[in-house]
Nanobody
Framework: QVQLVESGGGLVQAGGSLRLSCAASGRTFNIYTMGWFRQAPGKERRFVAA????????DYADSVKGRFTISTDNAKNTVYLQMNRLKPEDTGLYYC?????????????????WGQGTQVTVSS
């Protein structure tokens, strides 16, 4: 099993920045892709960003390209999501996810483990 713990969420004004962290523990040796998803109230969970274990492959939702950056620190088993120029529509519960797949997927069904989420609220 793999455990994922997110942190770094909070309340920020539009235009501000936040950095989310996701610490992985347990049987992390078979995890090859890490991702971030978000869920706004009343809406389905949606892909935000993903990264390969090496960090060499990344993918982003169109809505966050140029504003968000995903990165990984394998020595710490931690993935980060740097979020800049935040908008009210970025508000939601942000989930960290881990996949055993070596392919960097953008759909939630390909991810095997999930964290509890961290709330991000962007005020206008």
């Amino acid at each position: 099993q793999v455990q994922l713990v997110e942190s770094g969420g909070g309340l920020v004004q539009a235009g501000g920045s936040l950095r989310l962290s996701c610490a992985a523990s347990g049987r992390t040796f078979n995890i090859y892709t890490m991702g971030w998803f978000r869920q706004a109230p009343g809406k389905e969970r949606r892909f935000v960003a993903a990264i390969s274990r090496s960090g060499g492959i990344t993918d982003y939702a169109d809505s966050v390209k140029g504003r968000f950056t995903i990165s990984t620190d394998n020595a710490k088993n931690t993935v980060y999501l740097q979020m800049n120029r935040l908008k009210p529509e970025d508000t939601g519960l942000y989930y960290c996810a881990a996949a055993r797949s070596i392919v960097v997927h953008t759909t939630s069904l390909h991810y095997d483990y999930w964290g509890q989420g961290t709330q991000v609220t962007v005020s206008s």
